[in-house]
């Protein structure tokens, strides 16, 4: 069976965001860039069914030149080979434009069985491409995998997933398309043996001219930020700003036994007068 | 005349869901600006008689999208039968709450009706040319950033629970029945729906809600937790460190990598306050942190706040709580 796994590059959890000066994106200055946190569990699936079942694993990457990292990356965790599609504009394209590149690309693939993705971008705080991939491939998804059995004779997969106030398991014939949840394995790190060989593993790049964007129902114009469906007209660094009422100890900062009941009488009377919350 | 369209979430013993009523709000509040049409939409196997509820809260029209196929949620399904609705209809604006269920399926539909799709919008807006414009958070809540549509029909959105107040506005609640085409679904199976009764108030749609940290040190010592969140009715959470810890399950993950919340009360005990945490409850309106640590970052992002043992404070405010009700 062949795997895709479509990988993301966003800046690292830790890192401070600022807007640019043009107002309606983020300085990239200095920034650190990861894989995506949830496309780690969606690469280390992968890896693991080809441990167990002898699966092909391929990288999908978008993003500029500096997503070619984060891809190497993924091969070191155990992907056979990679793609990346190279678009300068990524980012400022939209969702839908953006799933229509990768699916055209995995349709030419031709023979893919199963679509690993993370449920979500950290960064754009969305996981609607992987999805919209799924729609434009007319095929079937599971949405927040938990866990995932792959029957390779059968050519299915089976899902589990949490819903509105329980969980439920899903089947899904291939090709189908899964995203990955926290929660569903442990991602293994690339080990230096892993990195060394990722440089050596087949990849294939693919500048978005090269695609042929008419097919797709694409131009060249649906591309970059004038041709998004929606466009960021600014953004902001919200400001914490509350009243940080820290009730504390008469001899140190922490409130002492004898203290404690006052305290809670106190934060009471706070929460129901002043705040009127409870 | 143009319509502005809700979908109504249910649960599974068919009650429309809060976050619904919420939705109806801020459509209402759109309606006011381009005197649109307020339709609920449900789309399911059976809606029963929701409409009077619905135009409780402003539903002028109820969509009904009822077909035996449409028993199990299943995205491609769903997604065909409101794209088919939608072609006929077509409505400039689509709302829902930002749940599992819609943010599973609507991407689908985007794609199928050419629509634009942004999730998770914490306020909405509309020009006096109908175009949509929300705000919501990107960059695991470090920013967040006014988006425009574009020249694209229909404009779809989801709304972060607990963001809009529900507030009830008369609406005639017509029903209107449509048919669904739903093509054959043999290459997707449900196989089991398990719904696990819950003692305690859905973490994204909590009106309140307790989290432990690290700080609470074990499984058993999150009794302290769900106690005094049982006092006043709330959702009980945790951070990604005490899930980490194995102390309770993931699904009660608050932050970054787990739920992102906005109840009107968010407690955080014995959580230190990383970024990553607080991107998941930044949007909360009030704050009471509780830890003994006095340099805790989370006492730097709160409104109230006790720094103290949690061991000695948690029995002493649940009882407290409980003198309330």
């Known amino acids: 069976m062949k795997i895709v796994v479509i990988v993301r590059q966003t800046p690292d959890t830790e890192a401070k965001i600022a807007a640019n000066s043009s107002g309606n994106g983020i300085d990239e200055t200095g920034l650190k860039w990861i894989l995506n946190p949830f496309d780690e569990f969606a690469v280390e699936e992968a890896v693991k069914i080809k441990e167990s079942t002898g699966a092909e694993v391929v990288i999908l990457g978008i993003g500029p030149d500096r997503a070619l990292e984060t891809i190497r990356t993924a091969l070191a965790m155990g992907g056979d080979s990679a793609i990346h599609i190279k678009d300068e504009n990524f980012g400022a394209t939209d969702s839908y434009a953006t799933a229509k590149l990768i699916a055209s690309k995995i349709k030419a693939m031709g023979d893919v069985d199963l679509i690993l993705a993370g449920k979500k971008w950290i960064d754009e705080e969305s996981g609607q491409v992987a999805i919209q991939v799924a729609a434009e491939l007319d095929i079937p998804q599971a949405t927040i995998a938990t866990k995932v059995d792959v029957d390779d004779a059968a050519k299915t997969v089976k899902v589990q997933s949490e819903i509105e106030g329980g969980q439920r398991i899903i089947e899904l014939n291939f090709p189908a398309l899964v995203t990955a949840e926290r929660g569903l394995n442990e991602p293994r790190y690339a080990s230096l043996p892993g990195i060394m060989k990722a440089k050596k593993k087949p990849l294939e790049e693919v500048t978005v001219d090269a695609i042929n964007l008419e097919e797709l129902g694409l131009a060249q114009e649906n591309l970059g930020a004038d041709g998004s469906r929606y466009k960021i007209d600014n953004i902001d660094i919200p400001v914490i700003n509350r009243s940080l009422n820290v009730l504390k100890g008469g001899n140190s900062d922490m409130v002492e036994s004898a203290e404690v009941q006052a305290a809670a009488e106190n934060l009471t009377k706070l929460l129901r007068e002043e705040a009127k919350i409870i | ?325």
């Open chain 2, 1 to 325: 005349m143009s319509e502005i369209w809700v979908l109504v979430d249910t649960t599974a013993d068919g009650k429309v869901r809060n976050v619904t009523y919420e939705v109806l709000t801020a459509a209402v509040k759109l309606k006011e600006k381009n005197s649109a049409t307020v339709a609920a939409v449900f789309v399911g196997e059976s809606a029963g008689a929701i409409e009077g509820d619905l135009g409780k809260y402003g539903a002028d029209k109820v969509y009904k999208v009822e077909d035996s196929a449409l028993k199990d949620f299943n995205p491609s399904a769903y997604a065909s039968a409101l794209s088919e609705a939608i072609k006929k209809h077509n409505p400039d604006i689509i709302l829902g709450g930002n749940t599992l269920q819609n943010q599973d399926f609507l991407p689908r539909v985007s794609a199928l009706t050419s629509g634009g799709l942004v999730l998770d919008a914490v306020d909405v807006d509309i020009s006096s040319s109908s175009t949509l414009s929300i705000k919501r958070y990107r960059y695991s809540g470090k920013s967040i950033s006014g988006i425009t549509f574009h020249d694209v029909k229909p404009m779809i959105a989801t709304i972060r629970p607990n963001t809009f107040k529900a507030v009830e506005s008369a609406g005639a609640g017509e029903v209107i029945q449509e048919t669904a085409q739903i093509p054959s679904q043999e290459n997707i199976k449900v196989l089991e729906t398990k719904l696990v009764p819950k003692d305690r108030p859905e973490l994204t749609e909590a009106d309140k809600i307790v989290s432990g940290g690290r700080g609470v040190a074990s499984t058993e010592n999150f009794e302290l937790i769900f106690n005094i969140a049982d006092s006043i009715g709330a959702g009980a959470g945790a951070s990604r460190a005490a899930v980490d810890s194995g102390y309770v399950p993931y699904e009660m993950q608050v932050g970054q990598t787990g739920k992102v919340v906005a109840p009107n009360l968010y407690i955080a005990v014995g959580i230190s306050g990383s970024v990553q945490h607080y991107a998941g409850m930044g949007s909360s309106k009030v704050i009471v942190a509780i830890n003994k640590d006095p340099d805790a970052p989370i006492f730097q992002k709160c409104d109230y706040g006790i720094c103290g043992d949690l061991f000695e404070v948690l029995p002493a405010l649940t009882e407290e709580f409980k003198k309330l009700s």
